[in-house]
């Protein structure tokens, strides 16, 4: 028994490797092409590693593409989508979580199936309503629409569920209202359900890129994915440029990870279906 677990160990390591290769495969052709030069890019054969190395597309990018703009413009929609979503995310999770009133269960349902809608259904009308408010292309209209969301409802309500009911009631006896157990005793014992919704907010915005396309006319307005998506020209691409832009783009996203990645596991571990 101790040879077979030790094979079966082994292969479960062997293929978690090769699936780490798989997805970081992707990852690495990217910037080894950003440190190519042009040339070299659109050669044939393609070969993996540069035969020259050169940092000249991210050195270039900062004058080629108005890159500066779209990160500012990526930081401003990514983190304020985020930060509004957990905010009115958590409140909601915990008024069904840990609050007892009429329709609650019905209410619920409808969360539901907002979590099922496909996000396409609903664009074309929410852009007609903010055209009509004069939110196109603003960052009210880029980050109000997504302010909260029917998964992180979800997420943080199972999570809180969870949580022991007699803190509430000791809470309560001491005489804490609703918005103080919320901030101070139910807030810090979800931190790994809201460093996992943080990372999973902030990677589905930063990366967004049809909603910004749709919502945006000028290319002052647009985040990173959008404006180096447009950045094409007819004939010629500049692939050095873009992969360079992509990889810098990346950087916050791995930083936000690394920074939550405890509480993020904890998260993804603690926060399942509960009745």
Do not use: C
Not at 63 to 81: D, H, I, Q, T, Y
Not at 155 to 181: H, K, N, T, V, W
Not at 202 to 224: E, G, K, V
Not at 246 to 264: D, M
Request: aromatic share 14%; hydrophobic share 60%; net charge positive.
């Amino acid at each position: 028994m101790g040879a077979k677990m030790k094979i079966w160990r082994a292969a479960q390591y062997a293929l978690l490797g090769v699936a780490a290769v798989v997805i970081a495969f992707p990852f690495v052709w990217m910037v080894l092409t950003a440190l190519k030069p042009e040339s070299e890019i659109v050669t044939f054969p393609p070969s993996l590693l540069p035969k020259h190395w050169t940092f000249d597309s991210f050195v270039h990018i900062w004058s080629r593409v108005p890159f500066l703009m779209f990160f500012k413009n990526s930081v401003v929609f990514a983190f304020g989508v985020t930060l509004l979503s957990l905010l009115f995310d958590s409140m909601a999770a915990y008024a069904f979580a840990r609050l007892k009133f009429r329709g609650r269960n019905g209410l619920f349902v409808l969360i539901l199936i907002a979590l099922m809608l496909p996000v396409q259904v609903t664009m074309i009308p929410l852009f007609i309503m903010l055209n009509d408010w004069g939110w196109v292309d603003t960052y009210a209209g880029l980050i109000i629409p997504r302010a909260t969301n029917a998964f992180g409802i979800f997420m943080l309500r199972q999570f809180f569920i969870g949580l022991p009911g007699e803190l509430d009631e000791a809470a309560r006896i001491d005489g804490s209202s609703e918005l103080r157990l919320f901030a101070r005793i139910i807030l810090p014992l979800a931190k790994p359900a809201i460093a996992s919704l943080f990372v999973f907010h902030l990677m589905y915005n930063w990366n967004d890129l049809m909603w910004p396309l749709i919502i945006t006319n000028s290319q002052a307005m647009r985040p990173l994915p959008a404006g180096l998506a447009l950045f094409m020209g007819q004939h010629v691409v500049e692939y050095g440029i873009l992969t360079a832009g992509a990889t810098i783009a990346l950087a916050p996203l791995v930083i936000a990870f690394l920074t939550a990645q405890k509480y993020f596991i904890q998260g993804v571990a603690f926060t399942g279906l509960k009745e």
